[in-house]
């Protein structure tokens, strides 16, 4: 049965939601306290129990990533101090911003504001929607990834690649453009070599390395057999199977 939080904890609670972007009030429904915005329609479902409280979302998408970062077989995901409740509500947000569909709507309101006057600005349009959708991207891809590429871990923004493994001109909709498992955020030398498919990686996240690269250029560029995603979802794989695939048919055919 879920207890009844106290006016310090509702305060606290709705301090640390604020913060991460949960700026509606919070409001009591049905022995949770539940947090909301308006920039995604992911809810937070806040209980409190004997000892501990729990937290969870409305979204599947952001439960699964929830439970993947915080190593937890179910949700919803239980903490006994605020302190590591607001890590939760942190990781929560940034899923809630990152995942599917929100870099597309996003993206969707941005051109909302473009009006369309002449046919003769077809052209300079499919520049813009370009632009404005690398950029919703890039910042979803930063969020998700936590601003550190997916392999090395390497935090400085500078340098890193929101790289697509369907390409963008490849993508048969703007969903998979903008999807956000549709790629990884990767350090500049290695988003050339995976946007030229010279490097690929494999269902359980292992780098898988053109026959074109030397051994001594694979060593001049830290690349080893043993490079790994930090982590690979489900969601990453239908992706993955293209790019790999893509990578042998040009060693197949010499397309290099």
């Not at 370009?130 to 390497?154: D, F």
């Not at 070599?193 to 001049?220: H, N, P, R, W, Y």
Request: charged share 20%; net charge negative; hydrophobic share 45%.
């Amino acid at each position: 049965m879920n207890l009844e939080f106290s006016l310090l904890e509702n305060v606290e609670i709705g301090q640390l939601a604020y913060s991460n972007g949960f700026e509606n009030e919070p409001i009591q429904e049905a022995g949770s306290l539940v947090l909301s915005s308006s920039r995604y329609p992911v809810k937070l479902l806040i209980a409190k129990n004997l000892g501990d409280f729990s937290i969870e979302s409305t979204s599947p998408a952001v439960n699964a990533e929830l439970m993947r970062h915080f190593d937890a077989s179910l949700m919803p995901i239980r903490t006994s101090r605020l302190e590591d409740l607001a890590e939760v509500i942190n990781k929560a947000a940034a899923f809630a911003f990152a995942l599917p569909n929100n870099a597309l709507e996003a993206y969707q309101a941005e051109l909302n504001k473009i009006i369309i006057e002449t046919p003769t600005q077809t052209e300079t349009l499919a520049m813009v929607k370009r632009r404005i959708g690398q950029q919703k991207y890039r910042e979803a891809m930063m969020t998700y990834w936590g601003g550190r590429c997916a392999v090395t871990g390497v935090a400085i923004p500078e340098v890193l690649r929101a790289s697509h493994a369907k390409p963008w001109a490849e993508c048969e909709t703007d969903a998979e453009r903008l999807d956000v498992y549709n790629g990884f955020l990767l350090a500049a030398h290695l988003d050339a070599l995976f946007d030229q498919f010279l490097i690929s990686f494999d269902e359980s996240g292992l780098i898988v390395i053109s026959d074109q690269i030397s051994a001594d250029d694979c060593t001049k560029l830290g690349i080893q057999s043993d490079l790994k995603l930090r982590w690979i979802t489900e969601q990453h794989k239908r992706y993955l199977v293209y790019h790999v695939n893509q990578l042998k048919q040009l060693l197949m055919f010499g397309n290099f």
